[in-house]
């Protein structure tokens, strides 16, 4: 079991930039991959960013490449994501997902937070 639980989202301009966190409770949640996803109303969730237990591995959707930065600390049980130039298409709810197995960089996530609205003004 894992629980997630994300902070950071808000309002903000558009090349501005905002930083996620989730902070991750469970007994092996450092062994999980560690994604994070965005959706708009009307629409499916997407699998933005995804990192593997081991840090080194990172996945980024086209649509965040080269502006967004997905990290995360074990020793904290926390995941980031870091956004720069932020776009008025990156308003969406945005949610922090782990993965008890399987490929980091592909859906289905197995346990989701709430998530956090970011909202950027153009």
């Known amino acids: 079991q894992a629980h997630l639980e994300e902070s950071g989202g808000g309002l903000v301009q558009a090349g501005g930039s905002l930083r996620l966190s989730c902070a991750a409770s469970?007994?092996?949640?450092?062994?999980?991959?560690m994604g994070w996803f965005r959706q708009t109303p009307g629409k499916e969730s997407e699998l933005i960013a995804g990192?593997?237990?081991?840090?080194?591995?990172?996945y980024y959707a086209d649509s965040v490449k080269g502006r967004f930065t997905i990290s995360r600390d074990n020793a904290k049980n926390m995941l980031y994501l870091q956004m720069s130039s932020l776009k008025f298409e990156d308003t969406a709810v945005y949610y922090c997902a782990a993965k008890v197995s399987g490929l980091y960089y592909t859906p289905p996530y197995d346990y989701w937070g709430r998530g956090t609205q970011v909202t950027v003004s153009s």
């Open positions: 990192i593997g237990w081991s840090h080194g591995n990172a």
């Open positions: 469970g007994r092996t949640v450092g062994s999980y991959s």
